[in-house]
């Protein structure tokens, strides 16, 4: 059974940076699509950044893209989203998914499309 666990949420100043980290078990990480949401309070879950299997193809939100980056780390089955310049309207809950069954060159990015998903870790941004 897979199992995500985010890590590395906190509250920062505007301009900060943070990285998160998703730390995946039940299932080698280089074999799934993963993904970053995030749902501010009265919001829908909104995606934040997908990264396909196999060929590690990303996809960042127009709101995000220039600003964060996602990353694997297969050693140590760890998923990671590096955030900079960070403004007040990125305060949300982030979490983490994965979708167990899927195409390598597919770009998933709907929250509806991953079926595994972590707890979740708050970022705050404010001054």
Known sequence: QVHLVES???LVQPGSSLKL?????????????????????GKEREVVSTITWRIDKTFYSHSVEGRFT????????????????????????????ARTSASATVYYTEPYQFNIWGEGTQVTVSS
Do not use: H, I
């Open 8 to 10: 590395g949420g906190g």
């Open 70 to 97: 996602v990353s694997r780390d297969n050693a140590n089955n760890t998923v990671y989203l590096q955030m900079n310049s960070l403004k007040p309207e990125d305060t949300a809950v982030y979490y983490c998914a």
């Open 21 to 41: 980290a998703c730390a995946v078990s039940g299932r080698a990480v280089s074999t799934v699509p993963m993904g970053w949401f995030r749902q501010a309070p």
